[in-house]
């Protein structure tokens, strides 16, 4: 997978670069990687893509080339429902958007209440 990810940002390996003037270039990086010997193995994807770009191109390419390697695509944010990031109409429902909220939450509170002084 590292010929796909390996300092390359832009999406170029793995066929899937673009850019447009409303919103720049397509950004991709690998975040999280978890390896088990004898179980399952995944690595998360943080994917930005043009606005005039479409999931469904991007995805398929990926998918095409990392499918080779026993890897599946799954979903982006909330398994069983429709990706509708950069697209017409973008939305997401309330529910879907209250876990997200409450760690927003819970970070601004740690923070706040961290003592970042360091002991003399």
């Known amino acids: 997978m590292d010929q796909y990810l390996f300092e390359d940002y832009a999406g170029e390996a793995l066929g899937i670069a673009s850019a447009d003037e409303i919103s720049g270039a397509l950004t991709i990086n690998s975040g999280i990687l978890q390896f088990e010997p004898d179980g399952e193995s995944f690595f998360h994807i943080n994917l930005r893509y ?24 799954e979903p982006p944010l909330f398994p069983g429902k429709t990706s509708l990031a950069h697209q017409a109409d ?13 760690m927003y939450a819970r970070a601004i509170y740690e923070l706040a209440n961290a003592d970042f002084h360091e002991e003399k």
Do not use: C, N
């Open 50 to 73: 043009p606005v005039t770009d479409e999931a469904s191109r991007i995805l398929g390419a990926i998918a095409e080339r990392v499918g080779k390697y026993g890897f599946a695509i």
């Open 90 to 102: 973008e939305y997401i429902e309330v529910e879907d958007l209250l876990l997200p909220a409450a």
